[in-house]
């Protein structure tokens, strides 16, 4: 696992980092148990971007909630259940979904699973300019 600083706010000074996937992912394993079978890690930061590890056991759940940025599911393993704006996707390993910014979504875990989610996340301008809707409304 790379030691990565982060500055004052938040973000990560360095402008590269490499990540073994298979090794991030055995270590969410050791953090077990998870509070609502949900674990999730950020590996990156940026202010305009965010990488996330996410683990779920079977049967977990994100309820409604939206992401402010374009994103993308990147399925590692497993079996989840993304649905947004009336349709539902079922995505497995090696599969990819992109969303745009601020849709409502929710995701519920078939199968024990690992994804990868990325964000661009916008400006502060953009982000200030948004109309928020909150998680789960």
């Not at 601020?102 to 200030?128: G, M, R, Y």
Request: no cysteine; proline share 4%; aromatic share 8%.
């Amino acid at each position: 696992m790379p030691l990565l600083k982060s500055g004052d706010d938040g973000n990560m000074v360095a402008d590269r980092a490499h990540f073994d996937l298979t090794l991030e992912s055995a270590d969410s394993e050791r953090q077990k148990p998870w509070p609502s079978g949900i674990y999730a890690k950020t590996l990156y930061k940026k202010q305009d971007f965010r990488a996330v590890l996410i683990s779920m056991e079977a049967g977990a759940r994100m309820k409604e909630h939206h992401v402010d940025g374009t994103s993308s599911v990147q399925m590692l393993r497993g079996h989840i259940r993304y649905s947004a704006e009336g349709q539902t996707y079922d995505l497995e390993a090696m599969s990819l979904l992109t969303v745009g910014a601020s849709i409502k979504h929710d995701v519920e875990a078939i199968a024990p699973s690992v994804f990868l989610l990325t964000i661009s996340w916008p400006a502060n301008q953009q982000l200030l300019a948004m109309q928020h809707r909150g998680y789960g409304t």
